[in-house]
């Protein structure tokens, strides 16, 4: 089990960039990979990146590919996704989350730990 803190989120414009953080601690061990998930009001929560956490291998869902980006710094223990080129459709709160499965886009479900969620919203 891990625990995990998000960074806050915000308002941007669309267009805009803005980084999301997330501070494991715990047995992170346990949790072989870790992704970034987000939901929008009324909608399932949806995987948006994955990744492995000792190998650096990701995954990223197909309406985020190109713009968004995950990564890890493993000194700091933290999690990282950067949002480039911001979208109309891309406003949700996001969560970082800890799975102790092996894999690419793993399905929320098998996700046991998560993070408080950050919102994100785009607006001009």
């Known amino acids: 089990q891990v625990q995990l803190l998000e960074s806050r989120g915000g308002l941007v414009q669309p267009g805009d960039s803005l980084t999301l953080s997330c501070i494991v601690s715990g047995r992170t061990s346990s949790t072989p990979t870790m992704g970034w998930f987000r939901q929008a009001p009324g909608k399932e929560r949806e995987f948006v990146a994955g990744?492995?956490?000792?190998?650096?291998?990701?995954f990223y869902a197909d309406s985020v590919r190109g713009r968004f980006t995950i990564s890890r710094d493993k000194a700091k223990n933290t999690l990282y996704l950067q949002m480039n080129g911001l979208k109309a459709e891309d406003p949700a709160d996001y969560y970082c989350?800890?799975?102790?499965?092996?894999?690419?886009?793993?399905?929320?479900?098998?996700?046991?730990?998560w993070g408080q969620g950050a919102q994100v919203t785009v607006s001009s």
């Open positions: 989350a800890a799975t102790p499965w092996v894999g690419g886009i793993i399905p929320a479900s098998d996700y046991a730990d």
């Open positions: 990744i492995r956490w000792n190998q650096g291998s990701y």
